[in-house]
C-alpha cells in the first residue's frame, strides 16, 4: 500500500521543521555560551550599583535624622561623610569590577577602553584631594 499524497507532504513538511528547530536550538546554544559572559557581568555590575545605593541611603538617612534629632553630632557627621564617599566609590567600583571582568576574558578592546576610563576617575579623585581648598 502506498501513502496518500497528503501524507507525504505533511512527512516532509515535519522533517523540513525538524531540521530548522534543530538548527534554531544551535543557535541559541551558541549565542547563550557567546553571551552568558556578559549576562554575569552585567549582573555583577547591577548587584554593585544596588549595594552602593543602598549603602549611601541608609548612611545618609540615618546621618540625617541623627543630625536632626541631637543637633551637630560627631555621629551625623561620620554617617553623612560615609553616605557621600559611598556614593561617589560606587561607579568606580562598578569600573574597576568591569576592568577585572574584561582582562579575565581576554577582551582587549574593552579591556583598554575601560582601563582608560578608571585612570580618568582616579586623576580626577586625586586632583580634588591634592588642589582642594579649605
Known sequence: MSAAP?????????????????????GVDWLTAMET???????????????GVRASTVCLAI???????????????VL?????IALMATP???VAT????????????YFT???????ELCAGIVAALVFRTQ
Do not use: C, H, P, Q
Open 92 to 94: 568606580v567600583a562598578r
Open 98 to 109: 568591569a576592568v577585572i571582568d574584561y582582562g579575565f576574558g581576554r577582551d582587549w578592546a
Open 113 to 119: 577602553l575601560t582601563s582608560i576610563v578608571l585612570l
Open 63 to 77: 546621618g540625617l535624622v541623627l543630625a536632626l534629632t541631637m543637633g551637630d553630632s560627631l555621629a551625623s557627621k
Open 6 to 26: 497528503d501524507d507525504n507532504v505533511r512527512a516532509l513538511d515535519d522533517t523540513a521543521l525538524d531540521k530548522r528547530l534543530r538548527e534554531a536550538r544551535a
Open 37 to 51: 559572559g556578559d549576562f554575569l557581568l552585567e549582573e555583577r555590575l547591577g548587584t554593585i550599583l544596588r549595594v
Open 80 to 84: 553623612m561623610n560615609a553616605g557621600l
